[in-house]
C-alpha cells in the first residue's frame, strides 16, 4: 500500500513551461516533507523541503504548496528548463524525521 | 570530497549465495539508511540507523540484514538472496535526521539475482 501517492507518473512540458507534480498521503504523523531529483545513473538528491506548519515555500524556481486539511503538497517548477528533466520523487517523514516514505515518482521531460 | 560510496556498483548472482553491499560515507554522519528502488514503486526503505550499535526497521527490511559497529560503515547483508530482490540499491546519510539535514546518497548498487 502506497503511503504517499504521487501524480503524473510522466510529464512533458515545453521550455519556459510549468511544471506542476502532485502528492497526497494519509498518515497525520508525517512531520515533513521533501522533494527529491534524481538525473539517470545518479542517487536522489534534495530538492526543496517543507514542513506541515507552513503552507508555501519557495525556492527560485521551485515552490512547494502545501494543504495539510486536504492532505496534499505539490512542486511547481516555473520557467522549466531542459535541464530540470529529471524524475521527482516527493516523501514524508515520520517517528522524528527517521522513517522516509517516498512517492512513486514523476519522469519530467522538458522540451526546447 | 564529501561522498557516499557504495561497493560494488553491479552484481549478478544467484539465489542463495549471501551478499553483502557497502556503504562508506566520509562526512562524520550519524543518521544512515537503505532503500531500494523499483520501476513504479519509487525508493523503500529497508533499514536505517541513528548511530553506532542503533539500527531499525524501514518498509522493507525482509529478508535483508545491517549493521553499524563503526560510524562510518553500514553495509546490507543479504543473507540468502532471491530473486525478488533484484533491484537498485542506495545507500544515504545525513549529518542528524530533520528540518534542514538534507540525506546526501550514494550512485547506487544494481543486484541482479538469478
Known amino acids: 500500500q502506497q503511503q504517499v501517492k504521487q501524480s503524473p507518473q510522466s510529464l512533458i512540458v515545453q521550455k519556459g513551461g510549468i511544471s506542476i507534480i502532485n502528492c497526497a498521503y494519509e498518515?497525520?504523523?508525517?512531520?515533513?516533507f521533501p522533494w527529491y531529483q534524481q538525473f539517470p545513473g545518479k542517487g536522489p538528491a534534495l530538492l526543496i523541503a517543507?514542513?506541515?506548519?507552513?503552507s508555501e515555500k519557495k525556492e527560485g524556481r521551485f515552490t512547494i504548496s502545501f494543504n495539510k486539511s486536504a492532505k496534499q503538497f505539490s512542486l511547481h517548477i516555473m520557467d522549466s528548463q531542459p535541464g530540470d528533466s529529471a524524475t521527482y520523487f516527493c516523501?514524508?517523514?515520520?517517528?522524528?524525521?527517521?522513517?522516509?516514505?517516498f512517492g512513486t515518482g514523476t519522469k519530467l521531460q522538458v522540451i526546447p | 570530497e564529501a561522498q557516499v560510496t557504495q561497493n560494488p556498483r553491479y552484481l549478478i548472482t544467484v539465489t542463495g549465495k549471501k551478499l553483502t553491499v557497502t556503504c562508506s560515507q566520509n562526512?562524520?554522519?550519524?543518521?544512515m539508511s537503505w532503500y531500494r528502488q523499483d520501476p513504479g514503486l519509487g525508493l523503500r526503505q529497508i533499514y536505517y540507523?541513528?548511530?553506532?550499535?542503533?539500527?531499525d526497521k524501514g518498509d522493507v527490511p525482509e529478508g535483508y540484514k545491517v549493521s553499524r559497529k563503526e560510524k562510518r560503515n553500514f553495509p546490507l547483508i543479504l543473507e540468502s538472496p532471491s530473486p525478488n530482490q533484484t533491484s537498485l540499491y542506495f545507500c544515504?546519510?545525513?549529518f542528524g535526521q530533520g528540518p534542514n539535514q538534507p540525506q546526501h546518497f550514494g550512485d547506487g548498487t544494481r543486484l541482479s539475482i538469478l
Open positions: 516523501a514524508a517523514t515520520s517517528g522524528g524525521y527517521q522513517k522516509v516514505t
Open positions: 517543507i514542513r506541515p506548519d507552513v
Open positions: 544515504a546519510s545525513s
Open positions: 562526512m562524520n554522519h550519524e543518521y
Open positions: 540507523s541513528m548511530n553506532v550499535e542503533v539500527t
Open positions: 498518515n497525520t504523523a508525517f512531520d515533513y
